[in-house]
């Protein structure tokens, strides 16, 4: 593996867990294990190839893992690695932090959530 540099440590946290879907994957699998079709149904503005993919990016980066059952039809499942489980105070602070703006930008929280959201 290439040595990365980084102009500071945020840029390696980014890396991993940035971008639009990867936060919401991971938050949805620190309330446990989730097979490829709950998260596309959590998820439904994510597309089945942009879900794979993100999927795949964070089992290669450690935060997941990919659990293969030998069984017909086929079953995988998704939970947190342990080291991704390192990232929970992570997310609760980000969800937290969601919740503040927008009960400060719209009011009313559960106005503004989708219901499997609020659910889950």
């Known amino acids: 593996m290439q040595k990365k540099k980084y102009n500071i440590s945020v840029e390696a946290t980014l890396e991993v867990i940035g971008g639009k879907w990867k936060c919401v994957i991971l938050c ?3 309330h446990g294990k989730k097979r490829t079709s709950e998260l596309k149904r959590l ?3 994510i597309t089945q190839k942009m879900l794979t ?8 980066d450690g935060v997941i893992n990919r ?15 342990d080291y991704g489980k390192s990232l929970e105070g992570i997310l609760n602070a980000l969800c ?3 919740d503040t703006h927008i009960t400060k930008v719209y009011g009313n929280r559960s106005e503004v959530l989708e219901e499997s959201i609020l659910n889950n």
Request: negative net charge.
């Open 28 to 30: 949805h699998l620190t």
């Open 67 to 81: 659990i293969v059952y030998n069984q017909v039809p086929p079953k995988v499942e998704y939970e947190l690695s």
């Open 43 to 45: 998820m439904a503005n």
């Open 53 to 60: 993919q993100q999927l795949r990016e964070l089992e290669e």
């Open 96 to 98: 937290n932090w969601g």
